[in-house]
């Protein structure tokens, strides 16, 4: 759904469209907001991130180092730096994605997570996954309220040709009753209808981290990325994110009540997200 210029401008959904985000979110367990951000600043912001990528790229050894390291064949999952314009507030706790989780997930929600997903030129199919699965797992038959949310944010148009994401509408309210269901999305999906995740530069998008999803070929010759910012409730927390002190300076009491529970640093002392960081603090 397109959100008007006066909202943009406002950073804030009116009453109407805020509605209509959260009834298609609670149905499909996805909304895209389309306008939300300003072009010259995602080109900013995607400007910044190529040249922090392809210094991992490059320290890691290249492209083929990454190989089964990596989220599928050349689709990178990267923890970039959290410096301006990439941790820019615009991104890190963008107002109107603020606006539509304090809804879904209460207004004391928390970022845990931050992180990108980039297709590279020659990416293939993801299996279809879920990010994370029912509070409780197979004790619990009935589906729950979203608890933790992934905010998207598109670096550069996404097309079939680069490699959207395809989801499966309403498959965060699916709960298995047989451990082994969760290990077979493939088959399950082949049966139901998906949706590739199209939209322009400028979009946010919010997903369920429980809904189906697959990351797709990328027949393009430039990298198409989107930031991957995990939102959830209050009550789910742990805090893996390093803030570097100048980003933090530069936020407003909004933002950094949403990074309230991790870590701010010296910026000399500030290095990216890792998994290994993420598994302790778990
Ligand atoms: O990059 C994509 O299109 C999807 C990636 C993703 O959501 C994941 O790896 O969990």
């Not at 729950?144 to 670096?155: A, C, E, M, Q």
């Not at 189906?212 to 393009?220: F, L």
């Amino acid at each position: 759904m397109k959100i008007t210029n006066e909202e943009r401008l406002a950073g804030a959904l009116m009453p109407e469209t805020l509605e209509l985000a959260i009834r298609t979110f609670k149905d499909s367990g996805m909304v895209i907001l389309e306008n939300v951000f300003d072009l010259d600043f995602i080109t900013d912001v995607r400007a910044a991130y190529d040249i922090e990528l392809a210094a991992y790229i490059s320290a890691v050894g290249g492209l083929e180092a990454l190989k089964d390291k990596t989220f599928g064949t050349n689709h990178i999952g990267f923890f970039p730096r959290m410096y301006a314009p990439i941790a820019d507030e615009r991104v890190a706790a963008n107002a109107i994605a603020v606006q539509v989780s304090n809804v879904i997930l209460g207004n004391d929600f928390q970022c845990c997570f931050y992180h990108t997903n980039t297709a590279m030129p020659g990416s293939n199919y993801q299996a279809i996954h879920r990010d994370s699965g029912s509070l409780f797992e197979m004790e619990m038959h009935v589906p729950h309220p979203t608890t933790s949310l992934v905010v998207n944010i598109p670096l550069c148009d996404f097309t079939i040709e680069n490699g959207s994401t395809e989801y499966w509408p309403g498959t965060h309210l699916i709960v298995s009753d047989k451990p082994q269901y969760e290990k077979d999305l493939d088959a399950r999906a082949a049966t139901m209808p998906s949706v590739r995740a199209n939209m322009s530069a400028g979009s946010l998008a919010l997903r369920d981290l429980r809904g189906w999803h697959r990351g797709m070929p990328n027949n393009a010759d430039y990298s198409r990325t989107m930031m991957a910012l995990v939102y959830q409730r209050s009550w789910l927390s742990y805090n893996a994110v390093t803030i570097p002190q100048t980003t933090w300076d530069n936020w407003s009491a909004m933002a950094r009540n949403v990074y309230r529970r991790n870590t701010v640093v010296e910026d000399s002392e500030h290095t990216p997200q890792s998994w290994d960081r993420i598994s302790k603090a778990r």
